[in-house]
T-cell receptor
Framework: DADVTQTPRNRITKTGKRIMLECSQTKGHDRMYWYRQDPGLGLQLIYYSFDVKDINKGEISDGYSVSRQAQAKFSLSLESAIPNQTALYFC?????????????FGEGSRLTVL | AQKITQTQPGMFVQEKEAVTLDCTYDTSDPSYGLFWYKQPSSGEMIFLIYQGSYDQQNATEGRYSLNFQKARKSANLVISASQLGDSAMYFCAMREGGTGGFKTIFGAGTRLFVKA
């Protein structure tokens, strides 16, 4: 089984619908992240959390919210999805407080908003 | 301001030859880390190599090496003896220290095509 698991892997939804992407990890890492990937833009940070009580906005948090339900679980919500939120979403984790802190990624969730 | 710049949207290399993927970065934090990740067509993100800002030696991992030029703020990835399986997107990333909140930001990526 993957160390970082994302569900669903693929989702098609309609404009205005609420959608939740879930992420769970077995790596025991405190730090979790949500990124969005659009062609030509690399990965952009949406939200990150350094522990259950710590949530931080990233570069593109507007239109998104998150919940850190436990050390191992970090969910991303789109309250009212719009077509330009169509993208590939990655959850990632990292260990420790300092460097290196390489990211361990889930397999990605492809979201299409019609 | 963009902090990670990858100026090569696409690169071609002949199989068995070496290729350099460019990355420049911008930070005022003295403590930072630089990473390269590979994304094959299957979509997963794979960590390749890391260079710390205080590391004296360039990082190497098998066929991957990082050409770190601190004064120029560049961290180019060198892949030696390219293989067909190296065809993928490659992302340069930076993790700043305390002032940057230890979050990682990415460049736009370079798509590498390895020709047989």
């Amino acid at each position: 089984d993957a160390d970082v698991t994302q569900t669903p892997r693929n989702r098609i939804t309609k404009t205005g619908k609420r959608i939740m992407l879930e992420c769970s990890q077995t790596k025991g890492h405190d730090r979790m992240y949500w990124y969005r990937q659009d062609p030509g833009l690399g990965l952009q940070l949406i939200y990150y959390s350094f522990d259950v009580k710590d949530i931080n906005k990233g570069e593109i948090s507007d239109g998104y919210s998150v919940s850190r339900q436990a050390q191992a679980k970090f969910s991303l919500s789109l309250e009212s999805a719009i077509p330009n939120q169509t993208a590939l979403y990655f959850c990632a984790t990292s260990a420790g407080q300092g460097l290196p802190g390489e990211l361990f990624f889930g397999e990605g969730s492809r979201l299409t908003v019609l | 301001a963009q902090k990670i710049t990858q100026t090569q949207p696409g690169m071609f290399v002949q199989e068995k030859e070496a290729v350099t993927l460019d990355c420049t970065y911008d930070t005022s934090d003295p403590s930072y880390g630089l990473f390269w990740y590979k994304q094959p067509s299957s979509g997963e993100m794979i960590f390749l190599i890391y260079q710390g800002s205080y590391d004296q030696q360039n990082a190497t991992e098998g066929r991957y090496s990082l050409n770190f030029q601190k004064a120029r703020k560049s961290a180019n990835l060198v892949i030696s003896a390219s293989q067909l399986g190296d065809s993928a997107m490659y992302f340069c990333a930076m993790r700043e220290g305390g002032t940057g909140g230890f979050k990682t930001i990415f460049g736009a990526g370079t798509r590498l095509f390895v020709k047989a």
